[in-house]
């Protein structure tokens, strides 16, 4: 950042990601008993940061994964991110898998960083925290009930959908003082799906002795050219455990600092506008975001250039074309086509494909439904190396191998340089000497590779600082 951290000002473009709590089941006292109101931590509950919820692979949520609304009725969590069963490090240097809203967080942490990055490769500038996080709830895939809820938030995480928010620059900065009033009208595209519009803005900090955390309160309006006035998505927050889980209604928030209005099938033009309600001291900076589909189905995962491996993995998918879609793949970049079905299927996009075991970089798959078809690829399926190890380490080389892969071309040796691991040599063998000196701290790997596609790394291992099992003669 270039932005000094003093005080209590925090760089603008600084966001800080939270997990919500694995304490769904106790009753925290917000009155609508053990299964609401239990995220943990008051500054999970903040205004301006992001909470996360646990979900599966598939979406589910996980049983522990704390629940809204925040102490003053606010909605969160903010968003879902997977953090059940995550294969991850394990401290001092090993693996093994983790399940809890702290392994949702750094998901999400992540995710945010690769924003930012977007932000500054498309914008030329810094990202404000407030407009990624406002990029990143307005493209969520909608989880659990039909827009926002205390459970999901604004639904799980969508680096595609936000990227392409970024790239395409759909949001505006803007500033609003009370009484004001801004129109910005929309255009979009004959036959989009799922319009979304997001108004959000950063609040100040209230007093510590306020009922509710809200200080500027800004309203957003979507109107059509008929005249029709949309409002946007609020939650009954009354503490009650079967309104708290009622379906968003159209209406005037005076709790959130965030807005949504979405239109499943919109029409070409819109007028957007924001209000200034209350803003009791100068004026408040705000920004709104929008998004859309124009595809009736595409493929989100597997992306190009994606490595598969075989055996069970989660596909994903858009649909405005219904639910009936016959899958299919190709491993000869589209020349035959082989039927698959995909299990766990749901209306959400997400279902189960049991990669075959072929060895191939020139993998697609199809979807169709209807009159529309949607292509992903090309992508590698081939096996993640096993047994990777190091054989013998020399003061100038060591000789790493892992078993045989079949259907592997070749394989590639990786390094840990200062950033990233990087290729070093490549051989037809399964077992091959690299040169390295053993003065400092590193990781090695191997991957096999298949009609000149990389496949899978195998887990990194540790380079000993100590030589051993040196089979060539050693000068002293």
């Known amino acids: 950042y270039t932005q000094t951290l003093t005080g209590r000002h925090s760089p603008p473009g600084l966001i800080h990601v939270f997990s919500a709590g694995n304490s769904n089941g106790s009753d925290c006292g917000y009155g609508a008993g053990s299964q609401w109101g239990n995220v943990t931590g008051g500054h999970k509950q903040g205004k301006n940061v992001v909470a996360t919820a ?92 039909p827009g926002p809820d205390f459970i999901f938030g604004y639904g799980r995480i969508n680096m595609k959908r936000a990227v392409k928010t970024i790239e395409n620059s759909r949001f505006i900065e803007e500033s609003m003082t009370t009484n004001g009033s801004n129109v910005y009208p929309l255009s979009i595209p004959s036959g989009a799906k799922n319009l979304r519009i997001m108004l959000y803005w950063t609040d100040p900090q209230a007093s510590t002795v306020a009922s509710q955390a809200l200080v500027n309160d800004l309203d957003l309006e979507v109107s059509n050219n008929q005249g029709t006035t949309l409002l946007p998505w609020v939650l009954d927050a009354t503490p009650n455990a079967t309104t708290l889980n009622n379906n968003a209604t159209r209406g005037i928030d005076r709790l959130n600092n965030v807005e949504q209005v979405t239109i499943q099938s919109p029409g070409t033009s819109y007028s957007i506008t924001v209000k200034g309600f209350n803003v009791p001291s100068g004026s408040q900076k705000f920004y709104v975001t929008y998004e859309y589909d124009l595809e009736n189905l595409s493929i989100e995962y597997p992306h190009v250039n994606a490595q598969l491996t075989p055996g069970n993995t989660t596909i994903r998918w858009n649909t405005h074309a219904g639910n009936t879609i016959q899958w299919s793949y190709s491993s000869d970049s589209m020349s035959t086509w082989n039927n698959i079905s995909v299990s766990n299927a ?131």
């Open 54 to 145: 646990n979900i599966t692979y598939l979406d589910a949520i996980a049983g522990s994964s704390s629940r809204g609304p925040a102490a003053d009725g606010r909605i969160k969590p903010d968003l879902a991110s997977v953090g059940t069963s995550v294969y991850s490090t394990i401290d001092p240097n090993s693996y093994g898998y983790k399940t809890g809203t702290s392994m949702a967080a750094p998901g999400a942490a992540g995710f945010f960083a690769v924003l930012h990055q977007a932000f500054d490769e498309n914008q030329g500038q810094m990202a404000d925290g407030g407009l990624l996080k406002a990029i990143a709830m307005n493209t969520a895939d909608d989880l659990g009930n």
């Open 346 to 476: 749901s209306n959400s996009g997400i279902g189960t494909w049991n990669v075959p075991s072929i060895s191939s970089g020139k993998v697609f798959l199809r979807s169709i439904s209807g009159t529309s078809t949607a292509i992903a690829g090309p992508f590698t399926i081939l096996a993640q190396p096993t047994g990777l190890s190091i054989d013998w380490l020399c003061p100038d080389s060591m000789r790493v191998s892992v078993n045989n892969i079949s259907g592997a071309n070749s394989y590639t040796s990786y390094l840990l340089g200062a950033k990233y691991m990087d290729s070093i040599t490549s051989s037809t063998n399964n077992s091959m000497v690299i040169p390295f000196k053993p003065s400092s701290q590193s990781w090695v790997s191997m991957a096999g590779n298949v009609d000149g596609t990389k496949g899978k790394r195998a887990y990194a291992v540790q380079v000993p600082q100590n030589t051993f099992g040196c089979p060539l003669a050693i000068d002293i």
